[in-house]
């Protein structure tokens, strides 16, 4: 599998461009995981070349990760949790680095964090590329998993964009970023979390109070 990403990854250099940008992005949000911080980057430093435009880059980003996220959604609704789990447990699934480990943290992340991880958890790698097989399993309304993931989704290739766009040609700079960048997405996920529970106790405070 790593092989066939280089593979991939050695083609996406030699054809970067916005349709590219929403098909492996695609990919990356979907079931076949694929890091995002092979594809946004390079594009984002292609703009600041002026060969492409920044703003159009981190919309097709967005876009293909939209994509993906609806892919596994909708197969999770249409498959169920029993026959996702036994496909998970398929060496073809293995091969493409899914196991029944990663679906598990995803399912539990969502269990534990509600309707709002399918914003947070794509800020958490490991989370990322799954959470939206749970979303479709409890059958979360669309309208807003659609928003949520296109809000986190935004949020996570923000940064790789402001990334790639100031510092993809000091590439030892670039991969020290990239270490704390699980640190930071979870960090703010947290945040995030908090605001919402913070939100939530005080509003019936609030109405008493009135």
Do not use: C
């Amino acid at each position: 599998m790593h092989e066939i990403i280089q593979q991939v990854a050695d083609w996406y250099m030699l054809h970067i461009n916005y349709g590219t940008v929403i098909l492996l992005m695609t990919i990356e949000s979907s079931f076949i995981p694929f890091p995002s911080e092979i594809i946004v980057p390079p594009a984002a430093w292609k703009a600041a070349q002026g060969e492409l435009n920044v703003w159009l880059v981190l919309l097709s980003a967005s876009i293909g990760a939209m994509f993906g996220a609806i892919i596994n959604y909708f197969l999770a609704l249409k498959l169920g949790r029993p026959i996702l789990y036994r496909l998970v447990d398929t060496r073809l699934a293995h091969a493409m680095l899914l196991d029944r480990e990663g679906l598990e943290k995803a399912e539990k992340f969502f269990v534990k964090n509600g309707r709002i991880s399918t914003l947070v958890g794509r800020l958490v790698p490991g989370i990322r590329q799954l959470i939206s097989i749970p979303a479709g399993l409890s059958r979360m309304n669309l309208k807003v998993f659609l928003s949520f993931t296109f809000i986190g989704a935004t949020i996570w290739n923000i940064v790789l964009v402001l990334l790639g766009y100031f510092l993809y040609s000091q590439k030892e700079l670039l991969q020290q970023y990239y270490s704390h960048l699980s640190m930071v997405g979870a960090a703010l996920g947290a945040l995030f979390v908090a605001y919402i529970v913070f939100r939530a106790v005080k509003a019936p405070k609030s109405v008493e109070n009135a």
